[in-house]
């Protein structure tokens, strides 16, 4: 069976955009492959986080990742800081990669255009990211669109590593959905729904009251056209709600056009929002049971020796073919 892998940094608020975008084809592919997702925490420092908060957010986001369907039974669930090869192969890959592919990433440039308190850690985490990859010989690694950059770097260290000390690490292959990928802001549906945006009118907050999610669909915006079509270009606040009420019913955008087809705004808008706050009565439901229960601790706990020993043994490989250690 093929291996999956994939992570989120447990940083601002999880959104509707990272469910459609990421946590769903989590679930729907942990039968299909032997699943990793982990909480990628140590990304989080890039920037400063309060330590309390993010100590709860992490806790959060594995709950979250339990309430939306991802089984131990066929996901192994992790916290990255909690396995220290993560970081001893992210040095050696810091080591490998050369500073104009990680100049270009492109990430790295947005945040650091007119910013002189850029830390270096922003410049090298895509190393990290490498290594949260390679670590595991992961297959496939679903990511947004945003984010395939990484992905490429992660098979270009893969390569030279390979080519310089022998075959090492497998050539992982980058998984963007076709449906979803990216879930667009309510009130600017030109740019991503981001859960690090100031303006959260526009971001639906998978723990918040689905009733104040319910208001921010209905005052989505749209265009004065009144056809519910799929058109990005000319269309891009239709073909958001399109997109999100096609992924959540898991039907194609087309027969989601054909089922609106004739219908005026408020209904289409009336419409998406009721599966939104299903969605989020349903999530929210699961998420209290978890996080008031006993269970997350024995998942990591189990978890933590599997992904440790596999680290450890890549590590060691590593170690030994580059010349350090005894």
């Known amino acids: 069976m093929k291996r999956l892998l994939s992570g989120i940094k447990p940083t601002g608020d999880l959104t509707l955009g990272n ?3 990421a946590l769903k ?3 729907e592919m942990q039968k299909e492959y032997e699943t990793f997702v982990f909480v990628a925490d140590l990304h989080a420092l890039t920037i400063y986080n309060d330590p309390k908060v993010l100590h709860k957010k992490i806790r959060d986001l594995i709950a979250v990742y339990l309430a939306c369907g991802l089984d131990p039974k066929y996901t192994t669930l992790f916290i990255q800081s909690e396995n220290v090869y993560h970081a ?3 040095w050696v890959f810091e080591c490998n990669t050369y500073m104009g592919e990680a100049a270009r990433m492109t990430q790295f440039k947005e945040k650091s255009k007119n910013n002189e ?7 090298t985490y895509p190393m990290l990211m490498a290594s949260d990859i390679l670590l595991y010989d992961a297959d496939v690694v679903p990511v947004g669109i945003d984010q395939k950059q990484h992905v490429e ?5 893969a390569e030279r590593f390979n080519n310089k000390y022998g075959e090492t690490f497998k050539i992982p292959e980058p998984v963007i959905p076709k449906t979803g990928a990216k879930i667009y802001d309510l009130q600017d549906p030109t740019k991503k729904m981001s859960k690090s945006d100031d303006n959260n009118k526009g971001c639906i907050i998978l723990l918040e009251d689905p009733e ?3 208001k921010k669909i209905m005052s989505a915006v749209t265009d004065s056209e009144m056809s519910i079509k799929f058109d990005p270009e000319h269309k891009p606040g239709v073909s958001n709600l399109l997109t999100i009420y096609s992924s959540l019913k898991n039907i194609s955008i087309q027969d989601a056009e054909k089922e609106f087809e004739g219908s005026n705004y408020g209904t289409f808008k009336k419409r998406v929002a009721d599966v939104v706050v299903e969605l989020l009565n349903n999530l929210q439901s699961k998420y209290k049971e978890v996080i008031e229960g006993d269970t997350i601790d024995k998942i990591l706990d189990e978890s ?3 992904v440790r020993e596999i680290a450890k043994s890549k590590v060691e490989e590593v170690f030994t073919k580059v010349g350090v250690g005894r």
């Not at 770097?153 to 260290?157: F, G, Q, T, V």
């Open 153 to 157: 770097l992660a098979r270009n260290i």
């Open 212 to 214: 104040i999610a319910r």
């Open 88 to 90: 001893n192969l992210s």
């Open 117 to 123: 308190n850029v830390t270096v850690g922003l410049f």
């Open 19 to 21: 469910y459609i975008g």
């Open 304 to 306: 933590n020796k599997k």
């Open 25 to 27: 084809h989590f679930n």
